[in-house]
């Protein structure tokens, strides 16, 4: 592709009210982007999903979209504004949707062509489900898969973090233009990202976060991956808009089971009732996504924690965080929210909730006994208590 159809494929992609499947017919119609630009405006008509692109057509937007776009490019070594006519492009999106004629990139492209499970799940995730969440991200990064989420709170960036924590790579795809990193407070993690795979936005810079920005960023997730693992979700939630859509392209979705009492559990309660499969370990998705694990094999860097990883009552893998993430996070935790929080709605002994928060097991007993007098938790046989209110 020379410059001057490159520059009229950027102007196009970031035309207001152009989309992917516009995108397509006008340039599959035309023959080319400068082509599509240089048309009568009137010839266009046909073949757009809103005429109130025509308003834009060649206009002061698109042009110093595309100009800002291309000075981004040249302003950062690891980025890249990544065209659907590349033969770099990820073949995925190509695969059950309208694949993004324009992805700005930053990091390493080619992670976006690897093996790759979506991880996802509620924003306000308990403290449990967010362990779980690093634990499989460590262990498919270190598998050879990459782990694509959305970067933000909760269970996204929990997976972000186990993956890093591995060998491999992550995807992070945003809702936002890339010069934004929402959340703010996630500005060092997806530096980490970018190192360590990428992050990817199809919006134009500058773009904020407004909510009809995320469904839209769901179905690249899943699109970029083979199959959808839910940590913990509410019934109403983005992390089920990612797994229908990841349904409806094809792709295996899977749930992690979690307590009856636990409002976050019942949207993968309800994947599960309608097919999706419960997942506890590596080996439920090896089963589930034989293609996965074969193409992983090619990426493997050794075994994975998760493989045959001892499990607790509730089925799930056991692991605690490192002691440093624990001596980082364990005060404010402790003091912004609270025992209960920490309990989540599984069993759980109180040796492990003072291994977990960093704090002598002698305040965690005389807590939990306060707790357990205010009808909060119940005692179980084995030393273990459980939360019994929400």
Wanted: charge should be negative; hydrophobic fraction near 45%.
């Amino acid at each position: 592709m020379d410059t001057r159809e490159r520059e009229s494929w950027i102007e196009l992609a970031l035309t207001p009210y152009i989309g992917a499947e516009s995108f397509l017919r006008l340039w599959q119609h035309f023959g080319s982007a400068a082509a599509v630009l240089a048309a009568d405006p009137q010839a266009l008509k046909p073949h757009l999903h809103f005429q109130a692109a025509l308003k834009h057509w060649r206009g002061d937007a698109a042009r110093q979209a595309a100009e800002a776009a291309l000075n981004w490019e040249t302003s950062h070594a690891d980025g890249r504004l990544l065209l659907l006519a590349d033969a770099d492009y990820p073949v995925m999106l190509a695969e059950g949707m309208a694949p993004p004629p324009l992805l700005f990139v930053r990091g390493d492209v080619a992670s976006l062509s690897r093996p790759a499970l979506a991880i996802v799940g509620s924003r306000h995730a308990t403290p449990q489900a967010l362990r779980i969440a690093r634990d499989f991200g460590q262990a498919l990064s270190d598998a050879g898969v990459v782990v694509v989420s959305g970067m933000a709170d909760g269970i996204d960036t929990a997976a972000h973090e186990g993956a890093l924590r591995g060998r491999g790579a992550t995807v992070a795809v945003w809702g936002t233009g890339i010069d934004r990193v929402y959340p703010a407070k996630n500005k060092a993690l997806a530096q980490q990202i970018t190192g360590q795979g990428c992050v990817v936005s199809e919006f134009p810079l500058d773009t904020r976060p407004v909510a009809g920005n995320f469904p839209r960023r769901n179905r690249i997730i899943a699109a970029l991956s083979q199959a959808t693992l839910v940590v913990e979700a509410a019934p109403e939630s983005g992390s089920l808009i990612t797994a229908r859509l990841a349904a409806e392209m094809g792709r295996e979705v899977l749930a992690v089971p979690g307590s009856i009492d636990n409002p976050h559990s019942k949207g993968c309660h309800a994947l599960i009732k309608q097919g999706a499969k419960l997942t506890e370990n590596l080996d439920d998705i090896w089963q589930e996504c034989p293609g996965l694990m074969a193409a992983s094999l090619q990426h493997s860097f050794g075994r994975s924690p998760l493989q045959n990883a001892p499990l607790q009552p509730s089925g799930l893998p056991e692991s605690l965080p490192s002691a440093a993430a624990t001596q980082e996070n364990a005060g404010n935790i402790a003091s912004q929210h609270g025992m209960l929080a920490q309990m989540g709605f599984d069993p759980v002994h109180p040796d492990a909730l003072a291994q977990t928060l960093g704090i002598a097991a002698a305040d965690v007993y005389a807590e939990l006994t306060e707790l357990e007098l205010a009808g909060s938790i119940a005692a179980l046989p084995g030393g273990r208590y459980q939360r019994v209110q929400s």
